[in-house]
């Protein structure tokens, strides 16, 4: 079959887009559609033409597989098909079924007519990679719904449903029963028949009477939103030079925003993390692996991260058995969930018949019968080797064969659990990250036996779940929790050297992440880290592992739950205030640790922070721990709040220049009393550095 399949209808020509999977418009795609306008408009018998992407979907936009190669910018180019659409002497009408979106709608806004079934996606999102519609969308859209309309779905990014612009001038006809392609045909040849005059939107004149006041307004509140990221207020100025401008001087405008977006550091991330995304999702098992069935999952464990996994299943419309030790538990865990349900239906994102439904889908048990019929099992039970390794021989004894089992476990060695069964190849790890229901991120742990279907099967559970399932190797904290405990090293080496919480909170907080270490930390509690602290000088006694931060732990400040920690607390709020009183314990704690202090800038706050991440990551990587190191680039994007515009450690390292990375780390390494295991660039690093690579 031709990319643009090209079948007569009486008098008209259907051209239909045939570049699965969404009509992503590549270079012969263009082309394609190129040659098939020609061929109709060469045809006498032809009276009227319609594109289409049959019933199902219409056109997802660029092909983002050409993305970066010199096929996107070999000619016809996007603007070219459309201007030779929009100049042609027959009608042309889109007809749309399923996504729309992108150059797809930009594609349908040139054509002289568009009809749409009434679900059709229609979206302009690529302010979402940090650019705007670069082929006359911003031109052409607010000429057909209005400039505020136009603006809203731009600078969003967002689709709507085809149904919200029955009446404008954006959908001649929406079909809202029957097939699609008849109604178009039927509309084409109509418009021939009547010889209806040709729309094209470039020549509509923009009537928007108070535009200036309204896109000031606008300028003002998108900047406010968009702190970090240029091309939402670069959208803002596209659409208003729709509104100031003639056409073409407006697409010129367009072009000359859109090649500047291209260009920014913010952009790159942006488009990486999109990429990165999907490169996660791709596993070095051979190809055509089988799939398991995943039909019922058992949780062990209704705790905080049992209770929520369990959501996680139900959300997808998984039946899940939770089972737990005591009723007491059970009954709390039970408890929680419905509480959590309970407030999404008061909020109205679930209807009362799903939140029947969801709840009916979780049967809680005491009992490991319960578990036979399971095709995965989920422990998240306490953090002990000794409990798991008691459900573990459970799983093993009840589970049936070809079942997986998995565990949520943070920290402990999956191998070892995988060793307790008679099924190491079954055995892998699933951590999920709290709140489990709504963080996107799951770390899913390979472990030595593991065998490459079990594997396969959980990145397609994740999927299922709505969640970006990242491949970690066995090791302490697999990828996310062992980088962050470098973070955490470095923030606290900051401290002996001078700087206060709020000094590093406020630096980090700059750089883009949600919350800087410190206040993380009060939210997070500080008796954790205490507690570890203290077990590791038992094991290994002779060894420091004392911090500052036993200092506030013993004055019994935790963090928020106890009102201070880091910061204090007005009694019922959150805002973290700065306290004199934690200025005189750390000044106490130099004096006594022979710290002296310097002063320290932001912007090493931020090298130290985040090149410790960077250098921990690149050890990851080069253990094999981590596949790729855009991988790691995602769980930090989804799992750890690092800014989406810096694209995650690694490729922020990349934009920074990997041979700065590895000047800093010296120079960090050099200071007297250094710990090289956090500073000494790592041996991947420092050859890449050499070599003038990158890591992406
Ligand atoms: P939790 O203390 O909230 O819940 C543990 C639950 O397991 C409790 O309800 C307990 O009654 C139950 N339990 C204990 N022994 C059991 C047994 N033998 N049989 C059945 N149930 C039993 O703990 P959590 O925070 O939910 O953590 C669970 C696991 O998830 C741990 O391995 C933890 O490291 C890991 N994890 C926790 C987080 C987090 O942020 N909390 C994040 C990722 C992973």
């Keep these: 079959m031709r990319i643009v399949d090209y079948a007569m209808h009486g008098g008209c020509a259907v051209l239909t887009l045939t570049n699965p999977p ?85 594609l349908a806004l040139g054509c002289h007519f568009r009809v749409a079934k009434a679900d059709a996606s229609l ?15 911003t031109q052409r859209l607010p000429r057909a719904i209005g400039l505020e309309a136009a603006l809203d779905m731009i600078v969003s990014g967002r689709p709507r449903p085809a149904a919200r612009f029955e009446g404008s001038a954006l959908l001649d006809a929406v079909v809202k029963e029957g097939e699609l392609l008849p109604a178009a045909i039927a509309f084409a040849e109509r418009a021939a028949a009547e010889k209806m005059p040709l729309k094209r939107l470039r020549d509509v004149k923009l009537n928007a009477p108070g535009a200036d006041a309204f896109l000031q307004f606008a300028r ?7 702190r970090f990221l240029p091309a939402p207020a670069q959208c803002v100025e596209a659409v208003a030079a729709s509104a100031s401008q003639p056409f073409d001087e407006g697409l010129r405008t367009e072009r000359a925003l859109f090649i500047g977006l291209m260009n920014t550091p913010e952009s790159r991330a942006l488009r990486h993390a999109f990429f990165a995304e999907r490169a996660a999702s791709k596993l070095d098992v051979p190809a055509g692996t089988p799939l398991r069935e995943v039909r019922q999952v058992g949780i062990i464990g209704a705790g905080t991260m049992g209770a929520g996994i369990a959501m996680v299943c139900a959300n997808a419309g998984i039946p899940v058995v939770l089972l737990e030790a005591k009723q007491e538990a059970l009954d709390r865990g039970m408890a929680t969930i419905r509480g959590n349900y309970e407030a999404t239906l008061k909020k109205g994102r679930l209807s009362p018949a799903q939140f029947e439904q969801r709840l009916a889908l979780i049967t809680p048990t005491l009992s490991y019968d319960a578990l036979r019929d399971a095709d995965l099992a ?103 929790n062992r980088m962050i405990a470098r973070y955490g090293e470095a923030a606290s080496g900051l401290i002996n ?32 880290g205490w507690a570890i602290r203290k077990r590791q000088a038992a094991a290994q006694p002779g060894k420091d592992f004392a911090d500052v931060a036993d200092r506030l732990c013993e004055a019994g400040r935790f963090g928020q739950k106890t009102g201070a920690g880091w910061y204090r607390y007005e009694p019922g709020r959150r805002d973290p205030l700065p306290d004199p009183e934690v200025t005189r314990v750390i000044e106490q704690w130099r004096a006594d640790r022979g710290h002296t202090a310097c002063k320290i800038d932001a912007t090493e706050i931020v090298e130290r922070c985040i090149y410790a991440l960077v250098n921990e990551g690149a050890r990851i990587l080069e253990e094999g721990i981590a596949q790729r190191a855009s991988d790691i680039d995602v769980v930090y994007l989804n799992g750890y709040g690092f800014p989406l515009h810096r694209g995650g450690p690694m490729k922020y390292a990349d934009e920074v220049g990997l041979p700065n990375v590895v000047r800093a780390l010296r120079r960090f390494a050099a200071e007297p009393g250094a710990n090289p295991a956090l500073w000494a660039p790592a041996p991947l690093l420092a050859r890449l550095a050499a070599e003038g690579g990158s890591f992406n």
């Design 378 to 480: 989920v422990e998240a039970v306490f953090e002990s080797m000794e409990v798991k390794e008691k459900v573990f021989r459970a799983l093993d004894a009840v589970m049936k064969p070809g079942a997986i089992l998995a565990s949520n476990t943070s920290a402990l060695d999956l191998d070892a659990i995988a060793r307790l069964t008679q099924r190491p190849r079954d055995v892998i790890g699933l951590h999920f990250f709290s709140p489990a229901n709504v963080m996107r991120l799951l770390e899913i742990v390979r472990g030595a036996a593991t065998a490459p279907d079990v594997l396969a099967t959980a990145m397609q559970l994740a999927r299922k779940l709505g969640k970006v399932a990242v491949v970690s190797g066995v090791c302490d904290g697999f990828i996310g």
């Design 220 to 226: 003002n509140n998108v900047k406010a939103a968009n």
């Design 123 to 137: 979206g302009l999102p690529e302010v979402k990679l940090g650019l705007l519609p670069g082929a006359g969308g």
């Design 497 to 528: 050297q001078g700087a206060l919480p709020q000094q590093v909170d406020k630096a980090i907080e700059a750089f883009g992440l949600a919350m800087g270490p410190f206040r993380m930390g009060d939210m997070a509690g500080l008796d954790i």
């Design 22 to 106: 969404v009509n992503g418009l590549g270079f012969d795609l263009r082309r394609g559609i190129v040659a098939a306008l020609d061929q109709a408009l060469a045809d006498a018998q032809v009276r009227a033409i319609v594109l289409t992407g049959g019933e199902k979907l219409f056109c997802g936009g660029a092909d983002v597989r050409e993305f970066g190669s010199p096929r996107s910018g070999q000619e016809p180019g996007l603007l070219a098909v459309i201007a030779a659409i929009e100049a042609s002497s027959k009608p042309v009408v889109a007809a749309i079924a399923g996504v729309c979106l992108g150059g797809g709608l930009e």
